[in-house]
């Protein structure tokens, strides 16, 4: 069982940068691939990165590529997703996940758990 609460999220301006954490409870933290998704009001939610176990191997949707860093420490039991230059389509409920077994895990149902997630507005 493994239980993510995300923080970080708010309102930034049209080119500005926000860091989002996510903090996963469970000893075997270190096993699960963790990615990070968004939904837009209206819209499917939609996959924007990943880094397996060890974060060594990261994906990005091309949306967020060259924006977006995915990063982790399993010491901590903490993914992060430091977002920069940010647009205002980039508006969105990011959620925090974790995969287990999966090797590249991008569709929400490849996920096992899932934060409540935490919003981030940009204004133009």
């Known amino acids: 069982q493994v239980q993510l609460v995300e923080s970080g999220g708010g309102l930034v301006q049209a080119g500005g940068s926000l860091r989002l954490s996510c903090a996963a409870s469970g000893r075997t933290f270190g096993t699960y691939v963790m990615g990070w998704f968004r939904q837009a009001p209206g819209k499917e939610r939609e996959f924007v990165a990943y880094s397996s176990w060890r974060g060594g191997t990261t994906y990005y949707s091309d949306s967020v590529k060259g924006r977006f860093t995915i990063s982790r420490d399993n010491a901590k039991n903490t993914v992060y997703l430091q977002m920069n230059s940010l647009k205002p389509e980039d508006t969105a409920v990011y959620y925090c996940?974790?995969?287990?077994?999966?090797?590249?895990?991008?569709?929400?149902?490849?996920?096992?758990?899932w934060g409540q997630g935490t919003q981030v507005t940009v204004s133009s």
């Open positions: 996940a974790a995969s287990y077994g999966r090797t590249k895990p991008v569709l929400s149902y490849e996920y096992d758990y």
